[in-house]
């Protein structure tokens, strides 16, 4: 097995006056789950639509199996599996008409049944696509790009939209397909499912890589476990300086009137944080405690939330 599935280097990709991509590089390694985050007009979709064969970049190189999409264009369409953010499927077609039509695509593949059971549709094979909800749509649409058996399948933010038991149907399937020895690459705006499903993330910005790593790796890049975030509702000033002598704080960040402490003991910080507040005559207006996350993480690095457009 290739030890790299997905190479770029040095990506650049221009809409007019708009640069998507800006010197972008990524390897993803064969049999993980790789995550992409970031926000809207990162480069995300981009980067996918290049390593798919869908876009050429401007500038940069590309590689999928150890292969040029320009030598090897057949062999790699039957090679992989693709989920589109928005995938368009023939409203009057059965569910198992759909699924037999992608597989028709293909030399290689499981049985219409196969896929079917695999993302939980048997029951639904008869049914119109026009019938099924968000959750069932998005899980024929990844069983249309599981049915060739891809070696690599791509998975543009597939849970968005989806209720927490869809999402959780959804992280079953992918989970299924990892431990087989597939590769995924997975864009996603939900940091549990970063950090519960992806083996490596990279935070991509303005069109590059600016954090990679594990998940852990990441959270554990910001100094401290916790994060204290707070407001105060009068015009007290507090230096940033002044937080930084509280007990147990790496860092100061402020985001949207809020004040956010990475720490690495909220039972000291807390009582030390109250007695400055009332020392400079600040009105606490609210108080929050959580565990660090990716997009504790993200914040940190670009001072903006992975939701933002």
């Known amino acids: 097995m290739l030890d790299i599935a997905l190479l770029c280097r040095g990506l ?3 809409y007019a006056d708009v640069t998507a991509l800006d010197g972008l590089d990524l390897e993803v390694h064969a049999g993980e ?3 992409m985050l970031g926000p809207n007009g990162a480069g995300k979709t981009t980067t996918i639509e290049i390593l798919q064969g869908l876009l050429q970049p401007d500038a940069g190189r590309v590689e999928v199996l150890g292969h040029a999409w320009r030598t090897h264009e057949r062999e790699l369409r039957q090679r992989m599996g693709t989920q589109l953010q ?6 009057k077609l059965t569910v198992e008409e759909v699924v037999a039509l992608f597989r028709s695509f293909y030399r290689r593949g499981k049985s219409v049944d196969q896929v079917l059971e695999e993302v939980q549709l048997l029951e639904k094979r008869g049914a119109w696509v026009s019938r099924l909800s968000g959750g069932q749509r998005q899980r024929l649409a990844v069983a249309c790009a599981l049915v060739s058996e891809p070696d690599v399948l791509f998975l543009d933010e597939p849970t968005t939209g989806l209720d927490p038991q869809s999402r959780r149907q959804m992280w079953g399937i992918i989970e299924r397909f990892r431990s087989h020895g597939g590769t995924t690459l997975l864009t996603t705006h939900y940091m549990e499912e970063a950090e519960h499903l992806c083996d490596r993330v990279a935070i991509v910005d303005h069109g590059r890589v600016i954090a990679l790593g594990t998940p852990r790796q990441l959270i554990e890049s910001l100094g401290a476990e916790h994060v204290v ?4 509702d009068n015009d007290v000033l507090v230096p940033d300086e002044v937080y930084l ?3 147990g704080v790496q860092g100061v960040a402020h985001d949207d009137g809020k004040t956010r402490l990475t720490a690495s003991h909220v039972h000291l910080v807390i009582p030390d944080l109250m007695r400055v507040l009332e020392r400079r005559g600040a009105t606490l ?3 929050t405690t959580h565990h660090a996350t990716l997009e504790d993480v993200f914040l ?4 903006r939330h992975l939701r933002d457009g």
């Open 300 to 303: 940190s690095l670009t001072g």
């Open 12 to 14: 650049v990709k221009r």
């Open 86 to 91: 928005e995938t368009k499927l023939p409203d």
């Open 245 to 247: 002598d509280l007990s």
């Open 33 to 35: 789950c790789f995550g």
């Open 229 to 232: 975030e707070f407001a105060i």
């Open 285 to 287: 207006d609210q108080l």
